[in-house]
């Protein structure tokens, strides 16, 4: 079975601060990675996905993703936050070979940005 | 090009009640997979339906069933309702076989069981 630990659950940070989450997983075949974010009041979208090849990948607004593999870990970086980045971020994995539907989701960051 | 859509948003109901949600994939998206958010946690899969048919199941009891319908749009049903099952029931959408992994989600539904 899949499992995703995220190490931070509320980070609180100043305008042009940089961020880094971090993500966990346990699981021991390929699998694809994602980070998904939830703005106040709407929907859960998606930031940045990782399937194959460079192991660093960019989503939208900045941010970016790497995936260590002998780490287990997709850790979620920005340079340099906005106050626009307030919101709760999911990190989430579902195997190599299986279609989206069936992810397991982390417990999710809380990141509020002081502006 | 609307997105997922489900209904309704907020439900009130009492312990051994059953419930119906409802989901609109998003237009052209053949799969609907759906996921129970507890307060504070993160989102869990629940199952998922395509070509009317649930094709994968998380760990949920048998008390969670589903359907598809031929326009794509689905169900959730929850018989026997316990107090634990009050949370955010969220619906994602996706399509089989594009090589795109990506799924989109709904506002979910509220679901409060007193």
């Known amino acids: 079975a899949q499992s995703v630990s995220q190490h931070n659950h509320h980070v609180i940070l100043s305008e042009a601060a940089s961020l880094e989450l971090g993500c966990n997983y346990s699981y021991g075949g390929t699998v694809n990675l994602f980070w998904y974010v939830q703005y106040p009041g709407q929907h859960l979208q998606l930031l940045l996905k990782?399937?194959?090849?460079?192991?660093l990948v960019k989503g939208i607004k900045g941010f970016e993703a790497e995936f260590i593999k002998s780490k287990f870990s997709f850790n979620l970086r920005k340079p340099s936050v906005q106050w626009s980045d307030t919101a709760e971020y999911f990190c989430?994995?579902?195997?190599?070979?299986?279609?989206?539907?069936?992810?397991?989701f982390g417990d999710g960051t809380t990141l509020t940005v002081k502006p | 090009d609307a997105g997922v859509t489900q209904s309704p948003t907020h439900l009130i109901k009492t312990r051994g009640q059953q419930v119906t949600l409802r989901c609109s994939p998003k237009?052209?998206?053949?799969?609907v997979s759906w996921y129970q958010q507890a307060l504070g946690q993160g989102p869990q899969f629940i199952f998922q339906?395509?070509?009317?048919?649930?094709?994968q199941r998380g760990n949920f009891p048998d008390r969670f069933s589903g359907h598809q319908f031929p326009n794509y749009s689905s169900e959730l049903n929850v018989n026997a309702l316990l107090l634990g099952d009050s949370a955010l029931y969220l619906c994602?959408?996706?399509?089989?076989?594009?090589?795109?992994?990506?799924?989109?989600f709904g506002p979910g539904t509220r679901l409060t069981v007193t």
């Open positions: 339906y395509y070509e009317e048919e649930e094709r």
């Open positions: 994602a959408s996706s399509l089989v076989g594009t090589g795109d992994l990506e799924q989109y």
């Open positions: 237009s052209g998206h053949d799969t």
């Open positions: 990782y399937f194959s090849g460079d192991p």
């Open positions: 989430a994995v579902n195997a190599q070979n299986t279609n989206a539907g069936k992810s397991t």
